[in-house]
């Protein structure tokens, strides 16, 4: 294969999580490019709570001391692998949580890859498909993932609002549309307007859902009804809700970052008989959902969660996005040192309203 690809990359990277907000530009040398690869020079990324998380060593230690997270990635595709048939050089896609997969099992063959056991994390994880490489994330220069993992953009829509559709949009919009997108009537709770939250506002709306949105406080009330929800509920200022909504939502969704004061007693008492309390958030490991199984069999009612989604549900997604003018409420940053720290020290803050973009890739990287 030609190679105008640089064997190092650029990125802003963390050491360490005592310094988790204080990304330093680094270069890196780049994974192998893959014959099913497609290779990016990014544009822009989001920042998702999970890069928060990451390198604050919420969930799992970080794997390498010069680590790069970030992964709402949109950019122009650069080169690709003499095996992949439906992206060229030139193109416009985005790239979300996960790179590549086997390809070969089940649940590859079924629409189900972000499922595969061997599904290999955009940053952070080890690649077994490029001899363990550490995964590095798009706070960067250029990313690398395999063609399953790579969705082209429709023309409508714009690089920075694409973004976050790239993992906060397709991890709401999968568990919508394989729990509820059956109903004929489906009613939705959205726990935790975030990131994630606002956007599941907006789907579950735009897949003909009654929606009703959950935040601890009520300062996000406005925002909510403005996109789309039916009501709105500040659960520490509100008493008595979960029996004001009792037998109402076929699904709540819950979208929030952490577990502490979440009612999960109280958001089962909501739900209609076989009924679904669904987290799509996932609070650092030490905050665990404490129920018995009592708990479900007065509605018949179930717990679940899920990771990301399909590539069929992300090239539905951004169809439906382009159709319908669904779109993130975005807060743009350049993308320097400091303002990589700060996406990141506002996010674990909860001081954003409602997904930081990291812009101006180019000058950043010249
Ligand atoms: P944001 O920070 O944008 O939003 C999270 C929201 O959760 C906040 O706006 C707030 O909502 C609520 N919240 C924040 N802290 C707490 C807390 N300590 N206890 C209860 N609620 C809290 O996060 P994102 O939308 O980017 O991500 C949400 C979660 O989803 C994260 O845990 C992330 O790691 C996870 N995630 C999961 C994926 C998957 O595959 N399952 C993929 C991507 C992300 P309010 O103010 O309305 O109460
Ligand atoms: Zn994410």
């Not at 105008?4 to 990125?11: A, E, H």
């Not at 063959?109 to 994880?125: F, L, P, Q, R």
Request: charged content about 20%; glycine content about 8%.
């Amino acid at each position: 294969m030609s190679s105008s690809v640089p064997d190092t990359f650029k990125g802003f990277a963390i050491s360490s999580s005592k310094t988790w907000n204080e990304p330093k530009l680094v270069s890196y040398k780049r994974k192998p490019i893959l014959s099913t690869d497609v290779v990016v020079k990014n544009i822009c990324c989001g920042v998702c709570a999970s890069d928060v998380h990451t390198v604050r060593e919420s969930w799992a230690p970080i794997q390498r001391d010069d680590l790069v997270v970030g992964h709402e990635i949109v950019g122009h595709v650069v080169e690709v692998g003499d095996d992949v048939k439906t992206i060229k050089v030139g193109d416009r896609i985005g790239i979300g949580a996960s790179t590549s997969a086997c390809g070969e099992c089940r649940r590859c063959k079924s629409d189900n890859e972000n499922y595969c056991a061997k599904v290999v994390s955009t940053y952070n994880a080890p690649d077994s498909f490029s001899d363990g490489y550490i995964t590095q994330g798009g706070y960067a220069s250029h990313s690398i993932a395999s063609e399953k993992f790579c969705f082209p953009i429709p023309e409508k829509l714009d690089s920075h609002v694409a973004a976050p559709l790239m993992c906060a949009g397709l991890t709401v919009y999968s568990p919508l549309v394989r729990i509820i997108g059956h109903l004929s009537h489906p009613v939705v709770a959205v726990v935790g307007i975030g990131g994630l939250g606002h956007l599941a506002l907006q789907f579950a709306k735009a897949l003909g859902a009654e929606v009703y949105a959950f935040s601890r406080g009520s300062s996000k009330k406005a925002d909510a009804l403005s996109l789309g929800a039916d009501g709105f509920i500040a659960t520490q200022e509100e008493d008595g809700w979960e029996e004001k909504y009792q037998d109402k939502f076929d699904l709540v969704l819950n979208c929030a970052s952490g577990a502490d004061d979440f009612p999960v007693e109280k958001y089962l008492q909501t739900l209609a008989v076989g009924g679904t309390l669904h987290s799509a958030g996932l609070p650092p490991s030490d905050e665990t959902f404490s129920v018995h199984p009592m708990s479900f069999l007065l509605n018949f009612s179930s717990l679940s969660s899920s990771h990301l989604g399909s590539k069929k549900e992300a090239l539905d997604m951004l169809k439906l996005s382009a159709d319908k003018g669904i779109k993130p409420l975005i807060q743009e940053i350049p993308i320097t040192a400091k303002g990589a720290g700060e996406a990141l020290t506002k996010c674990d803050n909860n001081d954003v309203r409602y997904r930081f973009v990291l812009t101006d890739f180019e000058k950043a990287f010249a």
